[in-house]
């Protein structure tokens, strides 16, 4: 095939430029520019947030729940919090008796892939065969989430096999969805707000009492002082509801909130 020039040089020109091109340094090729290199690794690493409030308590115990939860937010904020998802669909080996290390390849919202390393947990640890793997983030919805490594934001589409569970807010039938919030972790709701639009659920950790954790549909989350949620008391569990064949721990209560009545559909923790 014959190559076609546009104002065809003269062979002097030809080897003038050719020279030119030689001795012209080239740009390195870099792992984030998505050249032969790959795309870049991204390594995720617990935030270990509930951990560092705790300390912050034995350290501080005078501090106010309102004072440890403003704490709390600015580390999520800087580190961002642990959401507990079950990847045993994504990975190919899940190791049953020590912790593995594994990778997946996941689309950037803004377009791009980036790779990501992340820690599985021994599946031997989980009563329901779970492969739990915690990753340090933003914000979570059933769609996207925002991961946050070494102080970078990574705003990523969430892939399906990457599991959580959920609670949702439900009409009288309950059967009809009002409203999702995912669950960093399994757990049971403590109650609803006034407008319907924030979950409580309790924080599991020693020296955090008086905390809890505010779940919003956009995927936000948030420590609060238990005083400032209103919160009335305990939810009252509903026994006669809609069943699930597939799942065995499907739960309903029932919340009193600013006056109105909140039905809360979720799985129960396995046991």
């Given amino acids: 095939m014959k190559l076609r020039f546009r104002n065809?040089?003269?062979?002097?020109?030809?080897?003038?430029?050719?020279a030119l091109l030689t001795l012209t340094?080239?740009?390195?090729?870099?792992?984030s520019s998505g050249n032969a290199q790959g795309p870049k690794r991204v390594v995720l690493t617990p935030s270990k947030v509930l951990d560092e409030v705790s300390e912050k308590?034995?350290?501080?115990?005078?501090?106010?729940?309102?004072?440890?939860?403003?704490?709390?937010?600015?580390?999520?904020?800087?580190?961002?919090?642990?959401y507990d998802f079950d990847v045993c669909g994504a990975i190919t080996k899940p190791q049953l008796e020590s912790?593995?290390?594994?990778?997946?390849?996941?689309?950037?919202?803004s377009g791009g892939t980036l790779i990501f390393s992340f820690t599985v947990a021994a599946a031997m640890e989980s009563l329901c065969g779970e492969c739990f793997s915690d990753f340090p983030s933003l914000s979570v919805t059933r769609r996207q989430m925002t991961l946050i490594a070494d102080g970078k934001h990574y705003?990523?589409?969430r892939p399906a096999s990457f599991l959580l569970d959920e609670a949702e807010l439900v009409d009288?039938?309950?059967?009809?969805?009002?409203?999702?919030?995912?669950?960093?972790?399994q757990t049971v709701p403590l109650g609803v707000?006034?407008?319907?639009?924030?979950?409580?659920v309790d924080v599991y950790q020693d020296g955090v009492e008086g905390l809890v954790l505010e779940l919003s549909e956009d995927g936000l989350i948030q420590f609060r002082a238990r005083s400032e949620t209103q919160l009335q008391g305990e939810g009252?569990?509903?026994e006669k509801h809609p069943k699930d064949p597939k799942n065995a721990y499907l739960s309903f209560m029932e919340f009193q909130a600013g006056g109105k009545k909140y039905i809360v559909r979720f799985s129960a923790p396995c046991t």
């Avoid at 062979?11 to 003038?16: G, K, M, V, Y």
């Avoid at 340094?25 to 792992?31: E, G, S």
């Avoid at 034995?58 to 309102?66: C, D, E, G, Y």
């Avoid at 707000?193 to 409580?200: I, P």
């Fill in 8 to 18: 065809t040089p003269r062979p002097i020109a030809i080897c003038f430029s050719l």
């Fill in 25 to 31: 340094p080239r740009a390195p090729f870099t792992a």
């Fill in 57 to 82: 308590r034995k350290a501080q115990p005078s501090l106010t729940p309102l004072e440890l939860a403003d704490y709390a937010n600015k580390l999520i904020e800087e580190k961002g919090f642990d």
């Fill in 99 to 109: 912790e593995s290390t594994h990778s997946y390849r996941m689309h950037l919202s």
């Fill in 155 to 157: 705003r990523v589409n």
């Fill in 172 to 185: 009288e039938t309950m059967r009809k969805v009002l409203r999702t919030w995912q669950l960093p972790y």
């Fill in 193 to 200: 707000s006034a407008d319907g639009t924030k979950l409580y």
């Fill in 236 to 238: 009252t569990e509903i």
